[in-house]
């Protein structure tokens, strides 16, 4: 319970280290009295040292808690003693200051009973509560919160009413009322304590107002007061409201997020298969491509440029691109070619295809996961009060799939080779008769498309695995996405993308992640009998004949 605030506590205390010591002398008379063998006196000694409000005596009463404060046997002074190897290593408990380097009989460890651990945690707890650090004042609000130890509801009322910081001020009122709550006291301010909480919500308030709101077997509350009982239970369904709405923001984020995975990984699977007919089963490996070549970036990076890792997916994009497209471009001169107008070989000669790929990664990496790492601008997530939890990484491939298909709409609208793709698309043999070289644009596309499944390899590695089968995960989903939003057709392909993934993550709360995706795929085979081109067909006199 007490470890997040224990590690925030010795943090302090080397930063306390450094300021200077009031009355040390009469401080070091206190810390004689912890080596007193009398409980009582050591007790008395914990209590002085707390109203001392020195910061310095923090690691000290940190060291007795954990049972690293001693007692030398030579001249009865208290030290903290770190074992190293075979010695000890002493030190001073308000100064830090190395002492000697001693043998484990030199020393005499000094000892607590549960009453006096539950005064040192009191008064570290108001001493951090008092530190001239917002984080602290935080780290310690929340420490309170979660202990509820009610000795400390004095402190927390004087340094509440001198908070400016709104986080620490909100994060000591929720302890404050959680102190209130559940520990004995005046039936109003249990209520009002009771209806605080219910305004700041989250799963640790659940829990708090479900023990208090909690019945018996027979029905009967287990709550004396029957005011606080109806207190905590309408303050309990306020809460559960609230984390019932959050909960669906927080699907419908994840929603979009697998919305947003589904489109990078379909938009070039939707251009190649819309102009050419390909049924492409080696995407996935193209997608896989991508994120290798993240690895290897980050690699360089890691050996080279470490101060400057916070961009090396500014460079792994265009290198996947790049990389992705060429392979792109060398399947369709090599093999694909020969195979237009004969889908089942054209399958055939894929899958292997993505087979022999998946062996060269084996070959060149190994068959085990690869480390890739998240840029620090990419890491942590934007957390509220109610429990919703929003990823940077994830906000970050949203937006990226996005500009993706802003930018591939730019290129199909308004540069000759998107002219020329969507007329070989609708029209073929006019557009041959046209002087197209519709072989030309045929490699172009592939090399496109290839290249947009590099580029979502790099995002994929940010939240996945990067591994050999990586792009096996998503080959079926996008042919899905693909064949549900209209082949060939980028802004189906967008809605189909989202549609589904939004539809996905909001069945699985209520049928499982298998059953939810059986009725995904169930539901696109019922809406195909109804429109076997899609959500958005494409039209054109070769198309429609």
């Not at 912890?34 to 020195?54: C, E, H, K, Y």
């Not at 000669?349 to 190994?366: D, I």
């Not at 990067?466 to 995960?473: E, F, H, K």
Request: aromatic share 6%; charged share 15%; hydrophobic share 50%.
């Amino acid at each position: 319970m007490f470890r997040r605030f224990h590690r925030s506590i010795a943090a302090l205390g080397v930063l306390l280290t450094l300021w200077p010591i009031p009355g040390a002398a009469t401080l070091q008379e206190d810390l004689a009295g912890l080596g007193n063998g009398s409980f009582a006196t050591r007790m008395a000694a914990v209590t002085r040292l707390g109203a001392s409000g020195a910061g310095a005596v923090v690691p000290a009463l940190q060291a007795l808690l954990d049972g690293r404060l001693h007692r030398r046997l030579a001249d009865d002074r208290v030290v903290v003693a770190e074992e190293r190897g075979s010695v000890l290593i002493l030190t001073d408990p308000l100064t830090g200051a190395e002492l000697a380097q001693t043998t484990p009989d030199a020393v005499d460890k000094i000892r607590i009973n549960n009453r006096l651990r539950t005064l040192i945690r009191a008064t570290l707890g108001g001493l951090t509560l008092r530190s001239p650090d917002p984080a602290q004042r935080l780290v310690a609000a929340q420490a309170v919160f979660k202990g509820r130890d009610f000795d400390l509801e004095p402190t927390l009322r004087q340094v509440l009413e001198r908070e400016a910081e709104p986080a620490v001020k909100a994060a000591m009122t929720k302890a404050l009322a959680a102190l209130r709550l559940a520990n004995p006291g005046e039936s109003a301010v249990r209520v009002a304590a009771a209806t605080t909480l219910a305004t700041f919500g989250g799963q640790e308030v659940r829990a708090l107002l479900a023990e208090v709101a909690a019945t018996n077997p027979d029905g009967t509350p287990r709550e004396a007061d029957p005011e606080v009982h109806r207190a905590a239970v309408a303050g309990l369904a306020l809460v559960e409201e609230r984390l019932r709405l959050m909960n669906g923001v927080g699907n419908l984020f994840q929603g979009l997020s697998l919305g947003s995975v589904l489109l990078l990984a379909a938009v070039g699977l939707a251009i190649t298969f819309g102009v050419m007919g390909v049924i492409n089963m080696a995407h996935g490996e193209l997608v896989m491509l991508g994120a290798y070549t993240t690895f290897l970036v980050q690699e360089l990076f890691r050996n080279h440029f470490p101060d400057a890792f916070g961009w090396s997916l500014a460079l792994a994009v265009p290198l996947a691109f790049l990389v992705s497209g060429l392979f792109g471009v060398a399947m369709e001169r090599g093999v694909i070619r020969f195979l237009y107008g004969r889908p089942l070989e054209t399958l055939l000669a894929t899958w292997g295809l993505s087979l022999m790929l998946q062996q060269l990664v084996r070959s060149l990496f190994g068959p085990t996961n690869q480390e890739v790492g998240n840029p620090a601008w990419m890491s942590g997530a934007i957390e509220t009060a109610q429990g919703l939890v929003l990823t940077w990484n994830r906000i970050a491939i949203i937006l990226f799939a996005l500009a993706v298909i802003a930018g591939l709409a730019l290129i199909l609208r308004h540069t000759p080779l998107g002219l020329q793709m969507r007329a070989v698309t609708q029209n073929r043999p006019m557009a041959a008769a046209m002087g197209i070289r519709t072989g030309w644009v045929d490699a172009l596309t592939f090399g496109l498309g290839s290249g947009i499944a590099g580029v979502a390899g790099v995002a994929l590695s940010q939240i996945d695995n990067v591994s050999p089968n990586l792009g096996q995960a998503y080959i079926i989903d996008s042919f899905m996405v693909v064949v549900f939003g209209g082949v060939g057709n980028l802004w189906g392909t967008l809605l189909g993308a989202f549609s589904l993934g939004i539809v996905n993550k909001l069945l699985e709360p209520v049928a499982g992640a298998v059953l939810g995706k059986i009725l995904v795929l169930v539901g696109i085979i019922l809406f195909i009998q109804k429109r076997p081109r899609g959500l958005f067909a494409l039209r054109g006199r070769a198309v429609e004949a």
